[in-house]
């Protein structure tokens, strides 16, 4: 069965500095997810990785993508207030027609502090 | 192009008592996921619909969870009886058809708090 585990589950920053969140999961899939949510809204999609390397970037937020290490990072830069969330991986499952979804962590409730 | 909803934003019931969940896919979105966040853990899947068909139901948690989707369209998920174990945020999700690992948009979720 696929995991995903996401870390730190909580993290506070003081505006301006940099930061990386980890996701690692436990087996092969070719598409992984980046969303953030605010409160009382909805996930909002950020990033979708699709192969080995594949590097994104929008404004202060930078996800990569390692299939070997199966591993995904958010990277944060220079945090901003408005960046406070909760961010989280997904990754996807598909079986070819048949079931798919999305698999996610936990889940990183990020608190920029001025 | 309105986004996926979900009705109601919140709902308090007691243990015991019957809630019903409504989701409203975006138009033309064959499939529709639901999913759930239990305090501090993970959104973990209970079932996927493609039109009005169960395509995975294997997250459902037990059979107190009822999910339907007659005609295609909305979707509702009943609990009966509800049990303070359920409480949590329950998300909805939407996206186009099958086989091209198509994006799904998500509601802004349910929060429910059984007491």
């Known amino acids: 069965e696929l995991k995903v585990e996401q870390n730190p589950l909580f993290l506070s920053m003081q505006e301006g500095k940099n930061y990386t969140i980890y996701c690692n999961y436990s087996?092969?899939?070719?598409?992984l997810y980046w969303y953030r949510q605010d409160p009382g809204k909805s996930l909002e999609s950020l990033f979708v990785l699709l192969s080995n390397g594949a590097v994104k970037q929008e404004g202060r937020l930078m996800a990569s993508l390692d299939t070997k290490a199966r591993l995904s990072t958010l990277h944060i830069t220079a945090a901003v207030h408005d960046l406070s969330a909760t961010y989280f991986c997904?990754?996807?499952?598909?079986?070819?027609?048949?079931?798919?979804?999305?698999?996610f962590g936990t889940g990183t409730l990020l608190a920029v502090q001025p | 192009e309105a986004g996926v909803t979900q009705f109601p934003s919140h709902s308090v019931i007691e243990k015991g008592q019957t809630v019903t969940l409504r989701c409203d896919p975006i138009s033309g979105h064959d499939n529709l996921y639901w999913y759930r966040r239990v305090m501090g853990k993970e959104i973990k899947f209970l079932l996927h619909f493609v039109k009005e068909s169960k395509q995975d139901e294997s997250g459902m948690p037990n059979n107190r969870f009822l999910a339907e989707r007659t005609g295609g369209t909305y979707s509702t998920l009943k609990v009966q009886p509800a049990e303070l174990e359920d409480s949590g945020v329950y998300f909805c999700?939407?996206?186009?058809?099958?086989?091209?690992?198509?994006?799904?948009?998500f509601g802004q979720g349910t929060r429910l708090t059984v007491v």
């Open positions: 999700a939407s996206s186009r058809g099958q086989g091209r690992r198509p994006e799904a948009f």
């Open positions: 997904a990754v996807f499952t598909f079986y070819g027609g048949a079931t798919n979804k999305l698999i």
């Open positions: 087996t092969t899939s070719d598409r």
